[in-house]
T-cell receptor, first 117, second 114 residues
């Protein structure tokens, strides 16, 4: 069975601080995808990034960066110079891949990030 | 481009009533997913379709829940009869499926059963 653990329930930072959201996953599959989604107070789920199990390159997009380490089954998310608009719940998710097709997402419980002035 | 469209955005109903949630996926996406979000259980998959065919409905709570996808641009999730424990936010998501597997979510329907 697949499992995603986000041990940090809630994090509070002051604007301009860097913050890292942790994600640890469990799967028996050799091929899988990892995702991060953002859920702002308005409630929608916004796709941020996808990573496949064969690509361990770190990725940077503006103030966002992701560190994928297969050896520790982790896919951590760092926000540099946080802003109030980053306040949201962030979900890490895992997708199995069956015969080259998409499948369901298994979500972590989410980390609520509060950025204050 | 229009994203995933869900209606209604909010639904308040009394226990025992039938509730129908609607979803229009992104055009060209072959996969459609229904999720439910509650405080107690988080985000959980209910059912998903590939090319209008249900693939996995193991997450559907019980026989009171049913989902259909009569064509590539429309899906419904029906609860009959509804119960207070069905109160949740129901999300529909769609995905291209092959080569790119990310799912794009609709705004959700907040269901309250009194």
């Amino acid at each position: 069975a697949q499992k995603v653990t986000q041990a940090q329930t809630e994090i509070s930072v002051v604007e301009k601080e860097d913050v890292t959201l942790d994600c640890v996953y469990e799967t028996r599959d050799t091929t899988y995808y990892l995702f991060w989604y953002k859920q702002p107070p308005s409630g929608e789920l916004v796709f941020l990034i996808r990573r496949n199990s064969f690509d361990e390159q770190n990725e940077i997009s503006g103030r966002y960066s992701w560190n994928f380490q297969k050896s520790t089954s982790s896919f951590n998310f760092t926000i540099t110079a946080s802003q109030v608009v980053d306040s949201a719940v962030y979900f890490c998710a895992l997708s199995e891949v069956r015969t080259g097709t998409a499948s369901k997402l298994t979500f972590g419980t989410g980390t609520r990030l509060q950025v204050t002035l | 481009d229009a994203g995933v469209i869900q209606s209604p955005r909010h639904e308040v109903t009394e226990m025992g009533q039938e509730v129908t949630l609607r979803c229009k996926p992104i055009s060209g996406h072959d996969y459609l997913f229904w999720y439910r979000q509650t405080m107690m259980r988080g985000l959980e998959l209910l059912i998903y379709f590939n090319n209008n065919v249900p693939i996995d409905d193991s997450g559907m709570p019980e026989d009171r829940f049913s989902a259909k996808m009569p064509n590539a641009s429309f899906s419904t999730l029906k609860i009959q009869p509804s119960e207070p424990r069905d109160s949740a936010v129901y999300f529909c998501a769609s995905s291209p499926g092959t080569t790119t597997y990310e799912q794009y979510f609709g705004p959700g329907t907040r269901l309250t059963v009194t």
